[in-house]
């Protein structure tokens, strides 16, 4: 059978019929890209970008860097009416526009970063941590969000705009002692998200030593992994992207990712990539999305900070390099190149298809005008534009295949643990260690 589809189902439900559609949507779009390449070589047998390094590819998937840095810049100064109900995500858009931008490499400017780190000082609680918009309630979400954009801005008064030692004392605050996790708030819930927000924004703020930071959250994730290998955001619950990436990440922040089953995790996560989208979905039976470009592919580097290259190597024997026929036939390697898509170049390989990423994001998930999308006929938003442009980073950095498409497509290198930009973490770093102790 071909994929999901009514062919051979005698009971074909509405997610199979989605797939089905979703499927054949993108096998259209690989399909006229590589036709339009071949067009062009045709009218211009001269044109090198076809037959040459870089394969068809060179031509089609060019990601659209003007446009996506017109509409975040835009953005960081005028939004639409309708983004009225993300008044208390207002942290989260300056992160998802800031890192974005810093992703396609574009300087923010001096005027524009001195207006957010303002902003974002506003939105800081008296004590302690960042609520998601001015005068609102501190949250562990709103709190990364907030560190993490004022990382990749990464000036004096960006570091300083912080309350360290309040903001540490609202971490602890948060720990849920008798589980080992964290509540998003005081008084809320506990899951990885939080796990993860809170040692991610201690290890930007310098203060990851604090006593009693890691106790019981290698122990708190393992009971949220589940029978399949990935991670739900609490005991119980279903394995989820986003909760796994969580998961993961906060275990090797707290160094206690020994703890997970990672041969089974890395299964999981590699069973995630669509075997015809070359996207990755969230969970099991759902459609792939643009943002779990991150979520997921995002996860692959941090396994290998957790376990070395040799469980990810043994992986792609019989995981994600094998998933890939479909996909293949329309994004298949000009005759220059000697390494199939489905065959990784370097021993050491994260077992995802870095290539089918790279195609699936830069063809499907791209809007000519700006911005990027959960999948096609979806219109595009700040979030999925920031986290498929991160997922692109990783696939261009951490996958085995290397870049797909012209150089121009190059993305910065995002560190995969915060996802801020190496650059700017490194600069911020060093202007955090400067800071008095506390």
């Keep these: 059978m071909d994929g999901f589809g009514t062919e051979g189902l005698d009971f074909p439900t509405e997610t199979s019929l989605e797939q089905w559609k979703l499927e054949h949507v993108a096998r259209d779009i690989y399909r006229r890209s590589v036709a339009s390449a071949r067009i062009r070589e045709e009218e211009d047998p001269t044109e090198e970008c076809v037959a040459c390094e870089g394969g068809w590819e060179a031509s089609v998937a060019v990601l659209h860097r003007e446009t996506h840095v017109a509409y975040l810049t835009k953005s960081l100064r005028h939004l639409s009416a309708g983004h009225v109900v993300l008044d208390a995500s207002r942290c989260w858009l300056c992160y998802w526009i800031v890192h974005a931008l810093a992703l396609l490499g574009e300087p923010l400017g001096d005027d524009a970063a001195r207006d957010v780190v303002e902003f974002l000082s506003l939105c800081q609680h008296p004590d302690g941590g960042f609520g998601g918009g001015p005068g609102q309630m501190p949250h562990l979400a709103p709190t990364y969000a907030a560190v993490a954009c004022l990382a990749e801005i990464a000036t004096v008064e960006a570091a300083k705009c912080v309350d360290r ?35 991610a924004v201690a290890r930007l703020l310098g203060v990851q030593d604090a006593e009693g930071l890691c106790e019981g959250v290698g122990a708190f994730v ?14 119980g619950a279903e394995a989820h992207g986003g909760y796994t990436y969580c998961g993961l ?17 890395t299964h999981w996560l590699a069973h ?58 329309a994004t298949q390697p000009t005759s220059s190149s000697n390494t199939a898509p489905s065959a990784p ?33 979806k219109g595009r938003d700040h979030y999925h534009t920031c986290y498929c442009l991160s997922g692109l980073s990783v696939a261009q950095h951490w996958g085995a295949d290397g870049l797909v498409g012209p150089a121009t497509n190059l993305l910065e290198r ?25």
């Design 165 to 199: 030692a309040k903001c540490a004392a609202f971490l602890a605050r948060c720990k849920d002692k008798s589980s080992g996790g964290y509540r998003m708030h005081e008084g809320g819930e506990t899951d990885t998200r939080g796990c993860y927000t809170a040692l």
């Design 222 to 235: 393992k009971m949220c992994q589940t029978h399949e290998g990935g991670v739900a955001g609490e005991p």
């Design 249 to 265: 990440a906060a275990a090797v922040l707290c160094d206690s990712a020994h703890s997970l089953d990672l041969p089974e995790l």
């Design 272 to 329: 995630r990539q669509g075997a015809v989208e070359g996207g990755f979905n969230g969970r099991t039976n759902k459609l792939v999305d643009g943002c779990y470009s991150f979520w997921q592919g995002g996860a692959f580097p941090v396994l290998e900070l957790a376990s070395g290259a040799a469980i990810a190597s043994d992986a792609s024997s019989n995981a994600a390099c094998a998933l890939f026929p479909a996909a293949q036939l």
């Design 345 to 377: 170049s370097a021993p050491s390989a994260p077992s995802f298809s870095s290539r089918a990423l790279q195609g699936w994001l830069l063809l499907c998930c791209q809007l000519p005008n700006g911005g990027m999308q959960d999948k096609p006929g």
């Design 414 to 438: 995002t560190d995969p643990l915060v996802n801020v930009t190496e650059a700017r973490l490194a600069e911020w770093t060093r202007l955090v260690a400067q800071l008095p102790k506390i």
